[in-house]
């Protein structure tokens, strides 16, 4: 009851508020609130009161358009960029050197064999001269040239010439080409003029991918030079072919820790090849990488200087490069953090044979933020894509997630996993035999902007990354006045013999330092806060309307008592609408208490209503005595709303008793 009786006379007190109808609550409103402008309107006259309405119309929607633009910038998340400079003792990044060819020519040989005689045969049919006539496919059956080649293996992937003296209808030319096949196949381009000049007489050579052998559905990748071409199809043949070979005999074949680094310093420390951790590289082989930081603690850098930093010497053996794989020759080496994958083909750098290359080392630091002001990756666990460089424990890079992506993507088209990339549980590396198509099927992914932009749209940056800023400085070395003594010692400590196995063309030095410790960080901070959100409104509030946070809650209140007017309003509609269904039952008075306990105990008593006519004769009065009125019992409802309970009781008393002292005067 208590409960009742609080929210009772709440209801009552908000009925008696700054007014019962909203006309009423506007006029209280702009007469007590602090914003100006709403005064003006009620007090000035009637010229005055038009001109501060549409004043404070036009300044309040003033208002409201800054707000929009304050809180549409904060909701973009925009951020500054700030440079500082530091300077304290820094880890020396982990150096990973490669051997830019991925296997000693020697002892992949083997397997290459027949490859290397199809592409020394179709060298020799591109460069063979013309002196003008139409190029034409080289006949298998009737040339001795061509004897033993596995024509199969250049099915597969075939290389073709493209005669494009008619540029409309370029003419495809096999380069190898069967009895059988000449008779269906060949077709004869026109004699060429003879104005034509030999620009316009050379042929493009192109990579032929099907979907499968013998089909239809092909595409052509052309290359400005033959050059090209050759490597790009050397490429895809050995891979379909390495990708068979079990991961240990790659990495036998491969070039070794013991006969690639020669010597190797760090600061006045001594170090050697077992410094270095092996990992296996599709690109490049065996690599090596120092100070990684997996199984030790990493080195920290005493000095900045060259006397302070890693010293090596390499062989990289030039002299057994595949001669159609690796058309460059050198080291491949790359500065990166400890724990992390480095990626060569995309960072790294050449250091060339035959010189000192000296890289001094600045060091940059990244922090960015993280959501909303950027989507960047603390670990790339929210990275919707596995990470298949995870099987090394390294950490989450990029470039990572975006090889990660291709693969997966290549898995579920192409049924298989290139050999360049590392492979998920269950799938096998593509190859010629088990998956004929797949060399047209890793072209159109790779040329996919579509699943790129998807890769590129699942995969983050990081939040926080070190870069490491190299300049780069090279000489010749050894010098002609001291090669002779330094092959000599070189060559004596590999292979602990008196004559000379080293050369100019295979030895590299590489000098890898801090140029100082001074470090810069760029960091990110967000653009607008939450404090400059508010104080920007509350600037362009003060200066329009001349507000303040109490005026806001002001106008919240009338919102409020409006909403609690329109509460009142349709109860009060309600009761009307219930009192209407009533007064539809009884369309006249309603029977009193006399006549109806008359009806109930007098059968014969019928009620006449007011107005009726009496039909035929009136009938006579029915004896006896007429009831009393019980009508003193009926309670009148109180007129006033705001009184309680309590009062209502007070009143009914003496009502009653005057109905009673009334009663018995009647009698």
């Known amino acids: ?26 006029v209280w409103y702009c007469d007590n609130t602090n914003t100006h402008g709403p005064k003006r309107i009620i007090k000035e006259g009637p ?20 707000w929009g633009i304050l809180i549409n910038t904060y909701l973009s998340y925009n951020v500054t960029s700030s440079l500082s400079i530091g300077f304290k003792t820094m880890k020396f990044p982990a150096v990973t050197v490669c051997n830019a060819n991925p296997f000693k020519y020697s002892e992949v040989r083997p397997l290459l064999k027949e490859l290397d005689k199809l592409i020394e045969a179709a060298l020799e049919r591109i460069l063979q001269p013309t002196h003008g006539d139409p190029i034409s496919p080289l006949l298998l059956n009737n040339s001795n040239a061509t004897e033993g080649l596995d024509l199969d293996l250049w099915n597969q992937i075939p290389l073709v010439l493209i005669d494009e003296q008619d540029k409309d209808n370029p003419v495809i030319v096999e380069i190898f080409e069967t009895n059988q096949s000449a008779a269906g196949n060949q077709t004869a381009a026109p004699p060429a003029p003879a104005n034509v000049t030999s620009e316009e007489k050379k042929y493009k050579l192109a990579v032929k991918l099907c979907s499968h052998q013998g089909s239809n559905n092909c595409t052509y990748r052309n290359f400005t030079s033959a050059a090209q071409a050759v490597t790009e199809w050397y490429i895809l043949q050995s891979t379909s072919i390495l990708s068979k070979v079990p991961l240990q005999e790659r990495i036998r074949m491969g070039y070794q820790a013991e006969d690639m680094i020669l010597a190797c310093l760090y600061g006045a420390e001594p170090c050697n090849y077992k ?22 603690e990493a080195l920290n850098s005493s000095n900045p200087g060259a006397e302070f930093g890693l010293k090596l010497i390499l062989d990289i053996s030039q002299q057994d490069y595949i001669p159609y794989l690796s058309s460059a020759a050198g080291a491949r080496l790359m500065l990166h953090q400890q724990k992390s994958f480095p990626f060569l083909k995309d960072q790294g750098i050449y250091a060339m044979a035959g010189t000192e290359t000296s890289i001094g080392v600045l060091v940059d630091e990244l922090e960015r933020m993280g959501y909303p002001y950027s989507d960047c990756t603390a670990n790339g666990s929210d990275v919707p894509v596995k990470n298949l460089y995870s099987e090394y424990n390294t950490s989450y890079s990029i470039q990572a997630c975006l090889r990660s992506c291709f693969q997966n993507h290549m898995t579920e088209i192409c049924g298989c996993g290139h050999y360049m990339f590392p492979l998920p549980e269950g799938v096998t590396y593509c190859n010629n035999e088990d998956n004929p ?34 300049t780069i400085s090279m000489a010749d070395w050894p010098s002609e006045a001291s090669e002779d003594w330094i ?16 050369d100019r063309n295979g030895i590299i030095k590489l000098n890898i330092y801090f140029q100082e410790y001074n470090y810069r960080t760029i960091s990110e901070s967000a653009a607008t806060t939450i404090v400059w959100l508010l104080s920007s409104l509350g600037g362009q509030f003060g200066f329009w309307m001349g507000g303040s946070v109490l005026c806001l809650i002001e106008f919240g209140e009338i919102i409020i008592d409006s909403l609690w007017i329109t509460v009142i309003n349709i109860i009060s509609w309600c009761k009307g609408l219930k009192q209407k269904r009533v007064r539809a039952r009884y369309p006249d008075t309603p029977p009193t208490v006399s006549e109806l306990v008359e009806a109930h105990t007098n059968l014969g008593f019928q009620h006449e209503e007011a107005g009726t006519e009496t039909q035929g004769e009136a009938l006579p009065p029915e004896p006896g005595t007429p009831p009393p009125n019980y009508d003193s019992l009926r309670v ?9 309970s309590d009062i209502e009781c007070e009143e009914q008393r003496p009502a009653a008793n005057h109905h009673g002292d009334a009663s018995v005067w009647a009698e």
């Open 47 to 66: 010229k005055k009161k038009v001109m501060w309405f549409f004043l404070t119309l036009l300044f309040a929607s003033l208002v409201f358009w800054q």
């Open 275 to 296: 410094n270095f951790t092996q990992i296996y590289h599709p690109d490049h082989g065996n690599c090596y990488i120092f100070n990684w930081g997996m199984d030790k």
């Open 636 to 644: 009148q409802p109180s007129h006033n709303p705001g009184t309680d």
């Open 437 to 470: 198509g797949w060399a047209y099927c890793y072209s159109s992914l790779r040329s996919s902007i579509r699943h790129r932009q998807i890769c590129i749209d699942s995969c983050k940056e990081t939040c926080n990354d070190t870069q490491y800023k190299m």
């Open 487 to 502: 092959f000599h010692i070189l060559s004596y400590e590999r292979d602990m013999s008196t004559n000379v196995t080293l």
């Open 1 to 26: 009851m208590n409960l009742k009786r609080y929210f009772v006379r709440a209801l009552h007190r908000l009925q008696k508020g700054p007014g019962y109808t909203y006309k009423e609550l506007l």
